[in-house]
């Protein structure tokens, strides 16, 4: 089972509707989850953090985060064309035998979303 | 921009050559990530560092891969005697790890072509 993982799409939504990507991870011992906006070509873009079970919003984005389920999602409200993307969720995952606050940044291969007019 | 910056942009080179290459951090953060993504692939990690001190290598690195941190601020990666399956885009990221927050901000990247 991979460590972190995502439907890799594509999602193709409507502009205006809400796109929903979801990420599961194997890890019950993970604390920290992120999620990044890739353009074709480009670096991963920091979109959001959430380090607490429950929603966090932050303009049209909301993540939501189950620790007990082991289940993290991002939410785009009034889905714009320009949000065609690769969205990727990350999980800091600890290592066996990590020691000091150590652990292994692991991400999920991503889900291509597609905003048509 | 997010201040991180990766030299150089792209590299193409032979098989069995070496190369290397740079990363500057935003300049407050103390920990700096390499990661390799292929295609299709999320970024893969390599290794990251608190200020000098490597912390986590991943364990499917091959002993060709080696990176250093001098002074705790910009970094190195290098690959000795490349293989075409070294083709990848290299990512270096930053974050200020203080205990509560583990942000990364990533730079441009690196285009490695090995023919």
């Known amino acids: 089972q991979k460590e972190v993982e995502q439907n890799s799409g594509p999602l193709s939504v409507p502009e205006g509707a809400i796109a929903s990507l979801n990420c599961t991870y194997s890890?019950?011992?993970?604390?920290?989850f992120f999620w990044y906006r890739q353009y074709s070509g480009k670096s991963p873009e920091l979109i959001m953090s959430?380090?607490?079970?429950g929603d966090k919003e932050d303009g049209r984005f909301t993540a939501q985060l189950n620790k007990a389920s082991q289940y993290v999602s991002l939410l785009i409200r009034d889905s714009q064309p320009s949000d065609s993307a690769t969205y990727l969720c990350?999980?800091?995952?600890?290592?066996?035998?990590?020691?000091?606050?150590?652990?292994?940044?692991?991400f999920g291969r991503g889900t291509s979303l597609i905003v048509h007019p | 921009d997010t201040g991180v910056s990766q030299d150089p942009r792209h590299k193409i080179t032979k098989r069995g050559q070496n190369v290397t290459f740079r990363c500057d951090p935003i300049?407050?953060?103390?920990?700096l990530y390499w990661y390799r993504q292929t295609l299709g692939q999320g970024p893969e990690f390599l290794t990251y560092?608190?200020?000098?001190?490597?912390?986590?290598k991943s364990r499917l690195l091959s002993d060709r891969f080696s990176a250093e941190r001098p002074k705790g601020s910009f970094s190195t990666l290098e690959i000795q005697r490349t293989e075409q399956g070294d083709s990848a885009m290299y990512l270096c990221?930053?974050?200020?790890?203080?205990?509560?927050?583990?942000?990364?901000?990533f730079g441009p990247g690196t285009r490695l072509t090995v023919t």
């Open positions: 990221a930053s974050s200020l790890a203080d205990g509560a927050t583990y942000e990364q901000y």
């Open positions: 890890d019950r011992g993970s604390q920290s």
């Open positions: 959430i380090y607490s079970n």
């Open positions: 990350a999980v800091n995952i600890i290592p066996p035998l990590a020691s000091g606050g150590s652990y292994i940044p692991t």
């Open positions: 300049s407050e953060h103390n920990r």
């Open positions: 560092f608190q200020n000098e001190a490597q912390l986590e």
